[in-house]
């Protein structure tokens, strides 16, 4: 596939939005991943280890919700965008755009956070998702459950363990920030 800049071709106002949607979306959830792993998983490695498993787990859950929808959004309005700018001769004319293939990249990049999710982020996700489903399980104990014995202890290296995947986590985590980024910085220089 090559990338062509071609003529200019005139395109409606629907598609101008759906160009400012598809950055902004992209752009969003770019600096919304970032923000997990530079700022989030710094914060709650600091936590003990209890209460940064719930963090973490509870994160991965709000996460799970909006960052996939974002990126299929973000994706389908690169993809509405690339479609209307080739097809252009049957909408309204109004504005003028570049037709190029730029817009079906950065489509690509945004959904491209699947895979890397399932390919680098799930082993990790594996091992974290238990840990803190237990913490989680073991804040609801009373007082007098814990004092008889229920709930986890942890050991020293079950907090460096966990501690370390958490951390790992927020590393690995920074690639779909840098995919939805890229997609971004490519939708502005295909719409710019």
């Not at 817009?103 to 996700?125: D, E, H, M, Q, R």
């Not at 238990?130 to 008889?148: G, I």
């Not at 986890?152 to 790992?168: F, H, M, N, R």
Request: charged share 15%; net charge positive; glycine share 8%.
């Amino acid at each position: 596939m090559s990338i062509s800049i071609d003529a200019p071709v005139k395109v409606s106002d629907v598609v101008r939005g759906a160009q400012a949607a598809s950055i902004f979306i992209s752009a969003a959830a770019a600096g919304g991943s970032l923000g997990l792993s530079a700022l989030y998983t710094r914060q709650i490695l600091d936590s003990p280890t209890d209460v940064m498993l719930r963090q973490w787990g509870r994160m991965y859950h709000s996460g799970k919700a909006v960052f996939p929808g974002a990126a299929v959004a973000a994706a389908a309005a690169y993809g509405y965008v690339y479609y209307a700018t080739t097809r252009a001769s049957s909408l309204p004319k109004s504005l003028e755009v570049s037709t190029s293939n730029l817009p079906l990249i950065a489509a690509g990049l945004c959904l491209s956070i699947v895979p890397y999710t399932l390919l680098v982020l799930l082993p990790t996700n594996k091992k974290l998702l238990p840990k803190a489903q237990a913490a989680e399980e073991n804040a609801l104990l009373s007082k007098a459950d814990r004092a008889a014995g229920a709930g986890t202890v942890y050991t020293e290296q079950q907090e460096q363990t966990a501690k370390q995947l958490v951390d790992l986590w927020g590393v690995l985590n920074l690639g779909r920030s840098v995919l939805l980024g890229a997609a971004s910085i490519i939708g502005l220089i295909a719409f710019l």
